[in-house]
């Protein structure tokens, strides 16, 4: 079978993230040992998921959401009749922040245009972003600004940009701890699943 030509881009967006020494967390990649974490799923998927930063599982695997997060997020696309091999899954930041502290503006704009790189190759007809700093990522490059508010404000809202359709949502670790939050995040996964 002939590759896509997504696939052939994103290999060359993932090998620039490998090859990438400037990257503000690449001596953390190579102190501890971990991965960059580019994303996975369909190359051509219609919703792409947007997450902060790799945890420590991520990292050691180089695979997004793979952790105590990832769980969850698994049941949510279950339970919103969605398959990860269907949607495209990935993140703000490319590489762990240490001790999963919150990514770093300068962090934000070093690795931004990888993921603006993936949208471009992707082209996703919905972005989901997963918290608050996937969010702000959004909003900021799609001239939304004037909307943008904190979570807990935003999750459930669509908003339109041309063809594109950007929806925050809370960041599934929210209900590691607070099984409540499993249902509002159902219900607005289920959401974004009727806007294909
Ligand atoms: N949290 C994120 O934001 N991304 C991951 O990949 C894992 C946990």
Redesign the pocket.
């Known amino acids: 079978m002939n590759e896509l030509k997504e696939t052939k881009e994103l290999r060359k967006v993932k090998e620039d993230l490998l090859n990438c020494k400037e990257c503000p967390l690449y001596e953390e990649r190579v102190k501890g040992g971990f991965f960059p974490?580019i994303g996975e799923g369909n190359h051509q998927a219609d919703i792409m998921l947007v997450?902060?930063?790799?945890?420590l599982n991520?990292a050691k695997s180089g695979r997004?959401?793979c952790?105590a997060?990832?769980r969850i997020l698994d049941k949510l696309l279950e339970s919103a009749g969605m398959k990860r091999e269907e949607i495209y899954i990935t993140?703000v930041v490319k590489d762990r922040p240490p001790n999963n502290r919150d990514p770093r503006p300068e962090e934000i704009e070093a690795y931004g245009p990888f993921l603006e790189r993936q949208i471009r190759i992707i082209k996703p007809k919905i972005i989901g972003c997963?918290?608050n700093f996937s969010t702000a990522f959004m909003f900021n490059k799609y001239g939304l600004e004037k909307e943008l508010k904190g979570i807990s404000k935003l999750h459930g809202k669509v908003f339109s940009v041309n063809d594109l359709k950007i929806a925050p949502l809370y960041?599934p670790?929210v209900a590691v701890y607070n099984n409540k939050m499993t249902n509002v995040l159902i219900g607005d996964f289920k959401k974004i699943k009727g806007l294909v």
């Open positions: 974490v997450g902060e930063a790799p945890g991520e997004p959401f952790g997060a990832g993140n997963l918290g960041h670790a």
